[in-house]
């Protein structure tokens, strides 16, 4: 994890320093809020604290505001070479009587549990409240995608919040490309321009929230690039009822039936249709920082609950570093419309959890494996190995190794790597393509 703490906590007023640099909860901080004439605050994931007695003056203000990057449009600053953003509130003569100071953050690792749906090569849309962490995620995505699975990725960043205040992008974005908004309102023209002039593989957008943008997403969509994006909502059901944002998920339609058809399906003779397909087909909605919930069809999901159909959605829960556990819920509309009415109960049916129990696994954790990765990640083999608790060493020689992963392709064209590994009887495992879930299906597994 990369938070550059101290490069925040040095802007501020020194009585705020010497209290946060030393305090005990500092890497569970979110955000420190200091408003004109009354104690400055912290908000830390435990909760909130005030940081002194003492209360905030035009001085404080005036001494941080000074330190950090110009205020755009927006009313958002940055502190070169961090994640870190710094929003103003201004009184009515545009003078700064209150800041925000919201942590940034790379965590390394954080989207292990959506790995498999970035490998799918589908759009994701990731959907939460203000707050619960969406761009970290998309900041994880983008390293994730650019150098583990070496894509060609461009982020576009409407207020540097994704790669930092710097031209130069902060390092955890990996390999990604940052192209950056002069204008929040021009955030769909540089979206069409990346795809236009930089022949990405993938786009990371954050933030999509106008009819343009959306717009921009579809034009992009179609023409066969990977859209990873966020906006603010809670679920599903809020995209549908938002006519600006529902064209992400193909929008929706009121459709006059003919009597045979209605009395088919047992519904009025006007219902609610989805007028296209999907920009995303994917949807994540972040409930908690350790609870996802996962639309892997967003098209079937949304005929489905349009129709007052029951349908399925599975949830992800995790708590680095334990096991993350998948469980699936079906959702069943109360009155069967969502015409009629659009609060959703669930129902009791879950199943599918995953509990690596399997007794070679248990095994492995008492010994020492020594791999010797051949053309594939050492951040993919580290981060499941770390998860599934096997202690491990990565080496560069062959001959210390106990075992040999690698791709197929790879493997094939030397020869000599091979043979010797056959001739010290040390075992190779290759793959056609390799996954996070292939690697913790292989650990689990093997036994040497």
């Known amino acids: ?39 400055p605050e912290a908000r830390f994931s435990t909760g909130p604290e005030y940081l002194s007695q003492k209360i905030i ?17 927006e009313n958002r600053a940055g502190i070169e ?14 003078l700064i009587t209150g800041l925000t100071c919201r942590i940034g953050r790379s965590i390394f690792g954080a989207i292990s549990v959506i790995r498999d749906l970035l490998e799918s090569g589908q759009s994701i849309l990731i959907l939460g409240k203000p707050g619960v962490g969406k761009t970290t995620i998309i900041r994880e995505i983008g390293r994730v995608l650019a150098d583990e699975m070496e894509k060609r990725v461009v982020i576009i960043d409407t207020s540097n919040e994704i790669a930092g205040e710097s031209d130069i992008p902060h390092s955890g974005i990996g390999r990604a490309r940052r192209m950056q908004v002069s204008k ?39 023409k066969g690039v990977q859209l990873v994006g966020t906006t603010h909502g ?29 009395k088919r399906r047992k519904t009025q003779k006007t219902v609610l249709e989805r007028k296209a397909y999907p920009a995303f087909e994917i949807l994540i909605e972040i409930n908690q920082q350790n609870s996802w919930t996962i639309h892997e069809d967003v098209k079937t999901s949304i005929d489905l609950l349009l129709r007052g159909d029951s349908f399925m959605e599975q949830i992800r829960l995790f708590s680095l ?19 009629n009415n659009q609060n959703l109960l669930p129902t009791l049916n879950w199943f599918s959890i995953n509990e690596l129990k399997h007794e070679n696994s248990l095994k492995l954790k008492s010994k020492l494996l020594i791999i010797y990765p051949y053309s594939i990640s050492n951040n993919l083999l580290k981060e499941v190995l770390l998860r599934m608790g ?43 393509t390799i996954s996070y879930y292939q690697l913790v299906r292989l650990f689990s597994k093997i036994s040497y």
């Not at 925040?8 to 408003?35: G, R």
């Not at 809670?234 to 209605?262: F, M, R």
């Open 81 to 94: 070479r961090t994640l870190h953003r710094i929003s103003c509130i201004r009184n009515r003569q545009f």
């Open 234 to 262: 809670n679920c599903l059901q809020n995209l549908i009822k938002n006519p600006p944002l529902a064209d992400l998920i193909g929008g929706i339609q009121y459709v006059t039936l003919s009597d045979d058809e209605a």
């Open 390 to 432: 096997i202690n491990f060493i990565l080496t560069n020689e062959v001959k210390k190794s106990s075992i040999i992963i690698g791709l197929k392709k790879h493997l094939n064209k030397n020869i000599s790597l091979t043979q010797f590994a056959n001739r010290c009887d040390i075992p190779i495992y290759s793959f056609n």
């Open 1 to 39: 994890m990369s938070d550059d703490l101290e490069k925040l906590f040095e802007k501020l007023p020194f009585f705020l320093y010497d209290h946060l640099i030393s305090h005990m909860y500092a890497d569970q901080l979110i955000e420190i809020v200091l408003d004109l004439g009354r104690r």
């Open 321 to 339: 570093p334990e096991k993350i556990k998948i469980v699936s819920e079906r959702i069943q509309p109360q009155y069967g419309s969502l015409l």
């Open 57 to 73: 003056s035009w001085q404080d203000l005036d001494y941080t505001t000074k330190r950090i990057s110009k205020f755009s449009t």
């Open 184 to 222: 929040t309102e021009l955030q769909h023209q540089v979206m069409i321009e990346a795809v236009e002039n930089h022949m990405p593989q993938v786009i990371i957008i954050d933030e999509i929230g106008t009819e343009l943008e959306v717009l921009a997403a579809r034009t992009i969509a179609e």
